[in-house]
């Protein structure tokens, strides 16, 4: 099954900003209800936000942000169909809606469709799993470990074999899982798997080659072009300012600190400032693009070795002047800080250097930036907005535990033997 990320946005009406806020403290409240209408019955959500956004000299935006499954336009009839109350009303709040009233479906599809931001970078965690299968496993699993976990210490099973004799056993006799063996249980299809892989190679094979042709049928134009972009980068690190950690607002990191670790999941929505220069805009969007060749090849449920990431994307918005960064991940916002910075400094002080008060660097993602850990922090707090509203079809799952879960069940659909088992009983 495959992925959408993408957000819709809208610029605010600041006369009814107050109204805008009163919208949100109701779906809030209507999120809390054990059912969590509008969202809890829609069928391909994954993930949904608002939050608005007040940057300065900006205009205030509205960022409804959607990580679903399937294509826009059946979705699209899916969320207007279950939400247009709440869309209706959050949306009257900007300044070029006009859909007369939440009855309107046909003119909200379209102002929605009108509000698409496609992502510029993205990572999905869980490739290839549907709300529903991860529904549907979470379910077989916590049922079969019941079954597990009700045998007493003489009656478990004394060997691997046994053991996943036993576990076949009480699925078949449940009589309500035919769907493990009669529907496909792969991620992806070969091929899936294997093109983002063959897209980059190629990507950077066409990219060297047309390099090494131009050095050698204009050497000195192409190496003095070399040149010359790097001192203009060098240049622009010399003279850009960064922020200081002393400058991060400690009521606003408290703040944000009061809307976290309420569950095992976590939400970060973060707003930057391009650099102004025409050479930093161009040179976010290669880096961009770059990064997104380079994650679509993670398939394995981590990025650059970051385990806990469900779903996050950059998008560029007014017209390439602020960088809009969203994530749903797993375990508090300090271990997800230090994870990127042990493990994918390289790629986020590329893309975020080219941003506003990013802690000094130099040759764009050779030195400094993020391996910094105290000023990136402090930077990564500063530029961080509290969603005003947020959701998640299963609040209580990390990436990794859906993907024991999907593995118990393609071992059950497909038996694996040898260190596969023991692989495969361990997920338990």
């Not at 249980?185 to 990219?207: C, F, M």
């Not at 050698?216 to 972009?229: K, Q, Y």
């Not at 910075?341 to 893309?351: E, M, N, Q, V």
Request: with cysteine; charged share 20%; proline share 6%.
């Amino acid at each position: 099954m495959t992925s959408t990320i993408l957000t819709f946005t809208a610029e605010v009406d600041p006369r009814r900003r107050g109204e805008l806020d009163q919208v949100l403290a109701g779906l809030r409240e209507s999120l809390r209800l054990p059912d969590q209408p509008p969202f809890g019955g829609m069928r391909s959500l994954h993930f949904a936000s608002v939050t608005v956004f007040d940057t300065p000299n900006f205009p205030s935006r509205l960022v409804f942000e959607h990580n679903f499954d399937g294509e826009l336009e059946p979705y699209l009839e899916e969320l207007v169909g279950a939400a247009a109350f709440w869309i209706h009303r959050l949306f009257s709040c900007a300044t070029d809606y006009r859909a007369p009233s939440d009855s309107s479906q046909t003119e909200i599809r379209n102002y929605l469709k009108a509000h698409v931001l496609r992502p510029a970078a993205y990572h999905i965690g869980n490739v290839g799993r549907s709300v529903t299968r991860i529904h549907r496993e979470t379910g077989l699993r916590e049922d079969l470990e019941g079954k597990i976990d009700s045998l007493g210490r003489s009656e478990r099973p004394a060997t691997s074999e046994a053991g996943y004799a036993f576990v076949r056993q009480e699925m078949e006799r449940a009589g309500k899982y035919g769907w493990v063996t009669q529907e496909s249980h792969l991620r992806q299809t070969p091929e899936e798997k294997s093109a983002p892989r063959r897209r980059l190679w190629l990507t950077a094979g066409v990219l060297l080659l047309g390099l090494v042709a131009l050095l050698f049928l204009f050497p000195r134009a192409t190496g003095g072009t070399i040149v010359l972009l790097v001192v203009v980068l060098l240049l622009h690190e010399a003279l850009e300012r960064p922020m200081k950690p002393t400058e991060l607002s400690p009521d606003h990191a408290r703040r944000l600190a009061e809307h976290e670790d309420h569950l095992v999941q976590n939400h970060l929505a973060s707003m930057t400032v391009v650099k102004p220069s025409p050479f930093r805009r161009v040179l976010l969007r290669i880096v961009l693009w770059a990064a997104n060749l380079v994650a679509r090849t993670s398939t394995d449920g981590t990025l650059s070795g970051i385990p806990s990431i469900h779903f996050a994307h950059w998008v560029l918005l007014d017209q390439g002047r602020r960088l809009l960064f969203l994530s749903n991940f797993d375990g508090s916002w300090e271990n997800y800080l230090d994870d990127f910075i042990d493990k994918a400094s390289p790629g986020l002080t590329g893309i975020w250097s080219n941003t506003v008060g990013f802690p000094r660097t130099w040759l764009l993602a050779a030195f400094g930036g993020s391996r910094d850990g105290v000023a990136f922090k402090a930077f990564a707090r500063q530029h961080q907005v509290p969603a005003d509203v947020w959701y998640s079809a299963y609040p209580t799952l990390t990436v990794k535990q859906i993907d024991n879960q999907s593995t118990l069940r393609e071992g059950l659909a497909a038996p694996p033997s040898g260190q596969q088992l023991s692989a495969w009983l361990r997920c338990w």
